[in-house]
Nanobody, 123 residues
Framework: VQLQAFGGGLVQAGGSLKLSCAAS????????TGWFRQAPGKEREFVAG????????DYTDSVKGRFTISRDNAKNTVYLQMNSLEPADTAVYYC?????????????????WGQGTQVTVSS
């Protein structure tokens, strides 16, 4: 399976972006999907996740109330709506697929990764 993340860009603090993660080669409806991010000099961290059916979502505390993850299995795509962006959200954002039937936050639980899309939030 190949994942392509796109939708990143440069935005001012308080602005919004919507990231998309499009899959090819396999139906993502069988996987839990996660969004992660990695800032320069920092480890990759979990941002948000959604189970294959979309009934369960989870977020890291710093984005709760600002980010929303969703999926459209018919389009084989998962989204991350990011509102009220802050400079601390600046990072490369990655989407990934996990065979777990729950939202897991560990990088090692995810088997397939996209190439990442840069999000830069200016103050």
């Amino acid at each position: 399976v190949q994942l392509q993340a796109f939708g990143g860009g440069l935005v001012q603090a308080g602005g919004s972006l919507k990231l998309s993660c499009a899959a090819s080669g396999r139906r993502i409806s069988s996987y839990t999907t996660g969004w992660f991010r990695q800032a320069p000099g920092k480890e990759r961290e979990f941002v948000a996740g959604i189970t294959w059916g979309g009934s369960i979502t989870d977020y890291t505390d710093s984005v709760k109330g600002r980010f929303t993850i969703s999926r459209d299995n018919a389009k084989n795509t998962v989204y991350l709506q990011m509102n009220s962006l802050e400079p601390a959200d600046t990072a490369v954002y990655y989407c990934a697929l996990s065979g777990y039937n729950s939202v897991v936050k560990s990088v090692t639980a995810y088997d397939y990764w996209g190439q990442g899309t840069q999000v830069t939030v200016s103050s």
